[in-house]
């Protein structure tokens, strides 16, 4: 593990480096909160001398400073618990003390405020205090903190990430669907990540490399994306933006764009509409794995991707009687549209029984949102009793 450990010049007066404090000292602990790296913590003060007190321990060692943001002059402690391993006792070693900051101006907050800074070690648990300088003349209130960190040991410059491997279309990975209710297609990105080179560069200009791993130099290397949000697409795409996968380590992130291949994929299209040729907004298609693979628009149109031959699908839609599809997929991509030749839904199983009947034209009486026109009527009289069974066989095939 690469470590350049600084000997840290602490900023601020420090005070009884070497004092030890025992457990019953510090009551207050039972109120003791966990800092979180750069935000602001309010914890109350009750009385004369009280203390608020905050734990952290640090995943990477580096500088840190505990900083106070009051109107009131403020002060700052840092303790670490040692347990005697004779007797067992717990004591609290003060390593720090801190009150008027000289760098105020650069650190946003008043002179009467404390920036503590020191050097944390990885793993270790530390506990921070903090209280009015003048206690006399402040005695309760609102404590305001946090905690930072001004730099890392490992002083990385940048890094860099590298991956020659690709993802299948509509292969590697499954079926979803995202905050809007739309279906899309969610990559796996293990393959990726296994195949993935991660470079770091530190600032003095030494590097270290590694191929599919989870930690570099002893640092953890991180693999984020936003497909819930942001799709993936094969780069050639009409609805290619990028496939941005964001690689971490220790704060420093690299974006890299993960190839999709389009081998033996080829785009289908076709339509969904009423028994009286209204088109079937949100009509699912399924395919026989039951994976929703597209959705229809206002227009009533889809469009999936797919592999060549004979494909079985399921045609859903919320009050429709679902029925069974084949499409002929072909390797000549101008014969994959079928939007010519709409595939029909009855859409008036209301009560979603799959049988259209008296109990759906009940469930029209009661709903005054619901109202029909004399087509509709008439149509819809004509499919009482209309089940599956009741569909023509549709075979969609252009080659």
């Not at 990540?193 to 200009?205: C, E, G, Q, R």
């Not at 080829?266 to 026989?288: C, F, H, M, Q, S």
């Not at 029984?353 to 004509?382: G, P, Q, T, Y």
Request: aromatic fraction near 14%.
């Amino acid at each position: 593990m690469k470590l350049n450990k600084k000997l840290i010049s602490v900023i601020i007066v420090i005070s009884v480096i070497s004092s030890v404090f025992a457990l019953s000292a510090f009551n207050a602990f039972a109120k003791t909160q966990e800092l979180i790296l750069n935000t602001k913590i309010t914890a109350v003060i009750d009385g004369v001398d009280d203390l608020a007190w905050f734990i952290y321990t640090p995943q990477e060692s580096g500088t840190y400073s505990f900083l106070s943001y009051n109107d009131y002059a403020s002060e700052g402690y840092l303790f670490i618990k040692e347990v005697d391993t004779e007797t067992w006792t717990k004591t609290y070693k003060q390593l720090a003390y801190a009150t008027n900051d000289p760098n105020y101006a650069q650190n946003g907050h008043n002179f009467r405020q404390f920036c503590l800074t020191y050097h944390l070690e990885k793993g270790v648990t530390y506990y921070f205090a903090a209280g009015w300088f003048l206690s006399e003349d402040r005695t309760n209130g609102n404590m305001n903190v946090m905690l930072r960190c001004d730099s890392f040991d490992s002083d990385i410059a940048y890094i860099t990430a590298q991956c020659d491997a690709q993802l299948e279309a509509y292969e590697d990975g499954n079926y979803a669907t995202d905050g809007n209710g739309d279906s899309y297609f969610q990559y796996d990105i293990s393959r990726i990540i296994a195949n993935t080179t991660v470079t770091v560069y530190y600032n003095d200009n030494s590097s270290s490399s590694v191929t599919g791993a989870s930690e570099i130099d002893g640092y953890t290397i991180s693999y984020n994306h936003n497909q819930f949000e942001e799709h993936w697409y094969p780069q050639d795409y009409e609805l290619y933006t990028n496939n941005r996968l964001t690689v971490g380590v220790l704060g420093k992130t690299c974006d890299m764009d993960v190839k999709i291949t389009t081998n033996g994929r080829y785009k289908v299209e076709g339509r969904v509409v009423d028994t009286l040729a209204n088109a079937v907004e949100n009509a699912r298609v399924i395919n026989n794995s039951q994976s929703v693979v597209a959705t229809t628009d206002e227009n009533g149109a889809f469009s999936f991707y797919s592999t060549s031959g004979r494909k079985d699908f399921t045609i859903e839609a919320n009050g429709a009687i679902s029925r069974s599809v084949v499409i002929y997929v072909t390797v000549d991509a101008n014969n994959n549209n079928y939007a010519s030749t709409p595939i029909e839904l009855c859409k008036y199983d209301l009560n979603n029984d799959r049988i259209v009947n008296a109990k759906d034209f009940a469930i029209i009486n009661r709903n005054e949102s619901i109202s029909l026109s004399d087509d509709i009527k008439a149509d819809f009289a004509r499919h009482i009793n209309f089940t599956s069974n009741n569909y023509d066989n549709l075979i969609l095939n252009n080659g």
